[in-house]
Structure formats: structure tokens, C-alpha cells
């Protein structure tokens, strides 16, 4: 069985193929990546400071297509060998979503094999099985990719409790906000934390949003207005302070992911961390993940530095879990549906 994954719902376009075949026992093994391919983006949007979704979207159409004849080549798969086309359905930009929309329907149609849409967090949630340590339910999960900062629950593929998630800013928005304060290139999150190697975590008090709130969500707006509020009493000799302010600031982040992690293990009574998405890249944040973890008792499972990005494989390895799960079936192609505001809770 074999499922070719298509990712295109910001400023990269993946391109990834998964298989699997039954065990002697009759279960299906974990899905193992075959191919994979990847374009991002980044270099086109530095200049604007930011993501522009037009030229995204042309660039997914420029690129979409040579990427997949690419994995084919690679994975040295034929047309036929194909059994299912997944695709990012949503959360994302909507012109984004719909190349990969379009050329996933497309393909299916044209092979007689069906599709299926693919929520973008999901794939996240789902891509530490795609390392060589891959966990087991259940888990708690700490999912940090762009606009999301969630804690859940995840008891199987497809059954997942939402324990808490931001009320406004989440944690790679306060990364990246942040960054442009202090007028660093895009990507901003990543330029920080390199920039916060140089500097004092300790050298500005900046707040723990919620921290003692008593519950699992998150608030980081507040943390960003006091960054600004700070760069503004340095006045002129604020540049000499970047360092600092971006590793107080990292610090002030990390602090209240890492506990709020620990609540949530101590919550279920579980002791199993999965961390996904962008966020989950930045080297701080493993480490003092890794402290607590080890302090606990708990296990921790990220996945490759490769995998926290947005990529096709973690599209292709989210459907064909689904599919090996029966928690959701392939169906034949038919409109280019997306959806651009897509929560993960309702994901049916």
C-alpha cells in the first residue's frame, strides 16, 4: 500500500511517498517513507519580511509538479504502484491550499485511485513516528507550529483531547513578532534563537503569561507589548541589548511551554511527550524539555529537525495511519475542497 502526500498550505511545497504491507500476524507495520522532496520558500518572502500568499501560491504551482516527478524517480514507483493521493486540506492560505488541492484531485482522477484530505496539524501531531524512536500511545503532545500552540491528549490516530491552547499569540507568533522588533530577517523565530545564544536569559524580567493560571493555555501578546515597552526604555543603546532581550525573551517562552507540559503529564498521569511542529526545532526548548522529562521519569519524543518544518511526509504518514487505523477512508476525487480555518478538534 502505498500513499504520495502533498503539502502546500504556506511557504513550502513537500512531496513525500509512504508504504507499508501486512506483518505475518495480519497488523499493518508503521508506514515507512519511500521518497521525499522539498522546496521552501524562504529566500522569496525575506525580502518582504514576511509571507506574501499570492506569491506563494504561484510558487506551489511552479514547483508542485517537478517535485513529485522527482519522489516517483526516487522511490522508483510507477503511476500504477500509487494507491491513494493525500493531500493539505487545511488549516492554511486558501490559494496555497488549493494547488495541492487541485493537483491531488487531478492525479487521482486521472489513475482511477481515490484521495483524501489531510488536516495540517495532524500531520504535525503524527511526525515523530516518522523518527527512528517513534512513540506509542497514548501521549501528551505539545504541538507549537506557527499560529498554534495546543496541548492534547492523543489516545490514538484520530482521537485526540484538547487540554489547553493559546488565547491569542501563540508561541512561534511571539518568536517571530519578537524578531521583527528587533529587525531581524524572516524567518524570524529561528534568527532569534541563534541571536539569544549570544545573550543573558537572565538579564531582563520579562512575564510568564499564565503561567499560574490554574489551567493549560497559553498567552503570549502580553510578553511581545513587554519586549516592545522594554526596547523602548533603552532608547538609543537598545541595539547593544538585543542579544539580551532575545534571550530573556526565549526564556520567558520556553519557561511557561515547559511547565505547562509538565501540568499536562501530571494531569493524565501519563509519562510520554511528543513536541511537534516548527517550534519544537528550537534547541532551548529540547533541552530544558529533556531536564524536566528526565527528572520525571517521562519519556520525550521529538521529531527530526528535518520533520518539524511543514513537509509532504508527515501528509503522506497522517493518511496512512488514518487509513490503517479504518478511523478514515479514501474517497473518489471530486471538488478542489480546502479549508483555510480548519480546527483540529473538528476535524471531521
Not at 504556506?10 to 515507512?32: F, H, I, K, M, Y
Not at 492560505?93 to 496539524?121: C, E
Request: charged share 15%; hydrophobic share 45%.
Amino acid at each position: 500500500m502505498r500513499v504520495l502526500g502533498i503539502e502546500s498550505s504556506c511557504d513550502e511545497t513537500g512531496v513525500a511517498l509512504v508504504g507499508w504491507s501486512p506483518t505475518q500476524q495480519g497488523r499493518a507495520e508503521l508506514p515507512r517513507l519511500l521518497g521525499h522532496a522539498l522546496h521552501t520558500q524562504i529566500a522569496m518572502h525575506r525580502e518582504y519580511g514576511g509571507v506574501v500568499p499570492e506569491l506563494a501560491s504561484r510558487d506551489h504551482i511552479r514547483r508542485v509538479v517537478p517535485l513529485v516527478r522527482e519522489v516517483m524517480q526516487h522511490s522508483a514507483t510507477t503511476w500504477r504502484d500509487i494507491d491513494v493521493v493525500a493531500y493539505t486540506r487545511g488549516p492554511g492560505l486558501a490559494g496555497a491550499l488549493l494547488v495541492g488541492s487541485a493537483l491531488a484531485q487531478g492525479l487521482a482522477l486521472a489513475l482511477h485511485k481515490p484521495v483524501m484530505g489531510v488536516h495540517h496539524l495532524e500531520g504535525h501531531l503524527l511526525s515523530p513516528f516518522l523518527s527512528a524512536d517513534p512513540p506509542q500511545f497514548p501521549f501528551v503532545a505539545l504541538l507549537v507550529s506557527g499560529g498554534h500552540t495546543q496541548l492534547m491528549a492523543v489516545h490514538s490516530v484520530g482521537h485526540y483531547d484538547l487540554l489547553g491552547e493559546s488565547i491569542d499569540d501563540a508561541a512561534g507568533e511571539a518568536f517571530d513578532k519578537t524578531a521583527k522588533l528587533l529587525g531581524l530577517d524572516y524567518p524570524g523565530g529561528a534568527a532569534l534563537s541563534r541571536m539569544a545564544e549570544q545573550g543573558n536569559p537572565k538579564a531582563f524580567a520579562f512575564p510568564r503569561p499564565l503561567l499560574h493560571s490554574g489551567d493549560l493555555n497559553f498567552s503570549f501578546a502580553g510578553l511581545k507589548t513587554a519586549v516592545w515597552t522594554q526596547i523602548q526604555k533603552l532608547g538609543d543603546q537598545a541595539a547593544a541589548h538585543f542579544p539580551d532581550v532575545a534571550a530573556s525573551t526565549q526564556a520567558a517562552i520556553v519557561e511557561v511551554l515547559v511547565r505547562k507540559s509538565m501540568a499536562a503529564l501530571a494531569q493524565t498521569g501519563w509519562q510520554r511527550l511528543v513536541v511537534a511542529g516548527g517550534v519544537g526545532a528550537n534547541a532551548e526548548l529540547r533541552r530544558q524539555l529533556s531536564l524536566y522529562c528526565q527528572s520525571q521519569g517521562a519519556s520525550l519524543h521529538f521529531p527530526e529537525l528535518s520533520w518539524c518544518t511543514d513537509n509532504g511526509a508527515m501528509i503522506a504518514l497522517a493518511a496512512a495511519m488514518r487509513l490503517q487505523s479504518s478511523v478514515e477512508s479514501a474517497v473518489l476525487p471530486g471538488a478542489f475542497d480546502v479549508k483555510p480555518r480548519w480546527p483540529l478538534m473538528a476535524r471531521e
